[in-house]
């Protein structure tokens, strides 16, 4: 009995190492280098499903506050590549930007390969305000 859980246990963490490899791949993104750092990832299941139709060569940004920590979360959905107004596809926006914030303090921007949207999110010191260029909303 013994032997069983502890070989069933085995075959789950070999399939999570599976499905974890299997998210990351066909994925480009960078990371910035310098800049403000702060975890955005409460922001992005609100930030992917609420872009809407993007022009080509046009992007769509939100700003979102990250009330008592002291930093702002701006995140930009750009239209790289197509030739028709398109919304981004909501599951690639969320693995992109899953995958820069597990791995970039910073932030970063990336894309799935043959995708047409490059996804941002970049931590930034303030809150979102008139000042902003993005449209803000606090959460």
Not at 1 to 27: E, F, P, T, W
Not at 84 to 95: A, F, G, I, K, Q
Request: proline letters at 4%; charged letters at 10%.
């Amino acid at each position: 009995m013994l032997h069983q859980l502890h070989y069933r246990k085995q075959n789950i963490v070999a399939l999570s190492l599976i499905l974890s490899a299997a998210s990351a791949v066909g994925q480009n993104f960078s990371c910035f280098d310098t800049g403000t750092q702060g975890n955005c990832g409460n922001f992005v299941d609100t930030f992917c499903p609420s872009v809407s139709t993007v022009r080509p060569q046009d992007s769509s940004s939100q700003c979102y506050n990250s009330d008592g920590f002291g930093f702002k979360c701006d995140f930009t959905a750009f239209y790289a590549v197509g030739s028709v107004d398109s919304p981004p596809d909501t599951t690639n926006c969320e693995l992109v930007l899953g995958s820069i914030i597990k791995a970039c303090p910073a932030g970063g921007q990336g894309s799935v390969a043959g995708g047409s949207f490059v996804f941002t999110v970049d931590p930034n010191e303030g809150s979102c305000g008139s000042d902003s260029s993005s449209s803000c909303s606090g959460d």
